[in-house]
């Protein structure tokens, strides 16, 4: 399996952006994904994460929980993440990560990498 994320940038405080992690390979509805972020000299922490289509089974860390929203077009083989009133402390490297059936919060767990994507946000 691979994927591909996109859609990172420079932005503003307050706004938003939509990363997109675009799968080839595999059965994408029996995936669960999910994004994590990393800042230089931290380890991944988990930001949000959906489970196989069947259940579609949604989480967040807190600290995104009212902003970022998490979502997957089975059509597509696309997963995506809506990141709203974005803040400087968002600021990482975002990937995206599959595994089989239910998502997870530890980034071990999870089996393919996308290649990550810059997200900066200027305070």
């Known amino acids: 399996v691979q994927l591909q994320a996109s859609g990172g940038g420079l932005v503003q405080a307050g706004g938003s952006l939509r990363l997109s992690c675009e799968t080839s390979?595999?059965?994408?509805?029996?995936?669960?994904l999910g994004w994590f972020r990393q800042a230089p000299e931290t380890e991944r922490q988990f930001v949000a994460g959906?489970?196989?289509?069947?259940?579609?089974?949604?989480a967040y860390a807190d600290s995104v929980k009212g902003r970022f929203t998490i979502s997957r077009d089975n059509a597509k083989k696309t997963v995506y993440l809506q990141m709203n009133n974005l803040t400087h402390e968002d600021t990482g490297v975002y990937y995206c990560?599959?595994?089989?059936?239910?998502?997870?919060?530890?980034?071990?767990?999870?089996?393919?990498w996308g290649q990550g994507t810059q997200v900066t946000v200027s305070s």
């Open positions: 990560g599959c595994k089989g059936g239910v998502y997870s919060r530890l980034p071990y767990e999870y089996r393919f």
């Open positions: 390979g595999g059965t994408f509805s029996i995936y669960a």
């Open positions: 959906i489970s196989w289509a069947s259940s579609n089974t949604v």
